[in-house]
């Protein structure tokens, strides 16, 4: 396999980097498969809201690129902020960028952007083979509609190896695409203090019954928490600053300012360094976010 082209010398053009760099992930992405959609597949991954799609700054300016129109109008039609769970039965959700859904890339139920679709779209369902839960996965009733998980999934060694070099590439994607857009690591909202108003808003109920609270926040839908985030959070920093950032990504400089943070190899380790056990989590309190340090395991957390 190639070298990553995340980590070779800047180029003077960000565009040619760019390029080159959704090129070798093309490449990657059928190298030693043996996968193959179903041609009967219903595109359920592409329709439905119960698989939420994360997404990076790569992928929003490999779509603009490959589309051949600006990053922000890319950005504002076709993907938006969204909440995570992070497979985590508690109250913490990760905000980042998502597709919307249904993915407005799909055309015919064919992907209007396949050569340069993102990595976590490229990596399903294989990667749940190569982190030993596609059984545990395919068993999930959400999942009940996709013939991809029907039928076990064979990964040669061949294929574990670039599926892991593919898993290394989305973890600086992600890391620093969070990084560049909202000043942080991955960014984590505690919601654990707002069940009383999201209890009301899922089912209407009065502020007696809300003082009931639910111990997982699988109880509340996904869409109560995410229209509560649109609503009250996403106008509060560093979530309103997205559209400035977005909007900066439409230059040179900034494309440039984005792939110099992309391409240091001690930055990236900074982050991860960070990682889980020593996260920064926010609270939306009184109108305003607070940010604490905190352990995200073992629950309950640690605070710092």
């Not at 995340?6 to 040619?16: C, G, H, I, K, Q």
């Not at 219903?42 to 698989?51: E, F, H, I, M, V």
Request: hydrophobic letters at 35%; aromatic letters at 10%; charged letters at 25%.
């Amino acid at each position: 396999m190639k070298n990553n082209p995340a980590t070779s010398a800047p180029n003077e053009d960000p565009r040619e980097w760019l390029t080159a760099y959704l090129r070798e992930r093309a490449r990657l992405a059928s190298w030693e498969s043996h996968f193959q959609c179903d041609s009967a597949c219903a595109r359920p991954g592409c329709k439905n809201q119960d698989l939420q799609v994360q997404v990076s700054v790569i992928d929003l300016l490999g779509a603009a690129l490959h589309l051949g129109e600006p990053v922000s109008a890319i950005c504002r039609g076709h993907f938006s902020l969204g909440l995570f769970a992070e497979e985590r039965d508690d109250w913490l959700r990760k905000v980042a960028l998502k597709i919307k859904k249904p993915c407005p890339f799909l055309e015919n139920d064919l992907c209007g952007i396949y050569p340069v679709r993102p990595l976590p779209c490229i990596l399903f369902p294989e990667y749940l083979v190569w982190q030993g839960k596609f059984e545990e996965n395919a068993g999930k009733d959400h999942f009940r509609d996709y013939l991809c998980l029907k039928q076990p999934i064979l990964l040669s060694p061949e294929r574990a190896k670039v599926i892991g070099k593919l898993m290394r590439m989305w973890a600086r994607e992600s890391l620093i695409s969070s990084l560049y857009l909202f000043h942080h690591g991955p960014c984590r909202l505690d919601l654990g203090n707002l069940t009383g108003e999201l209890l009301q808003t899922a089912a209407g109920l009065s502020p007696a019954a809300s003082t009931e609270r639910p111990e997982s926040g699988r109880f509340i839908p996904h869409q109560v928490l995410e229209g509560f985030f649109h609503e009250r959070i996403a106008g509060c920093p560093p979530f309103s600053e997205l559209d400035e950032k977005i909007q900066h990504l439409q230059t040179r400089e900034g494309q440039a300012q984005f792939l110099q943070l992309f391409q240091d190899d001690l930055l990236l380790q900074k982050l991860k360094r960070g990682g889980d056990g020593r996260a920064v989590v926010f609270r939306f309190v009184k109108g305003k976010l607070r940010t604490q340090k905190r352990s995200l395991f073992p629950a309950p957390y640690q605070h710092y």
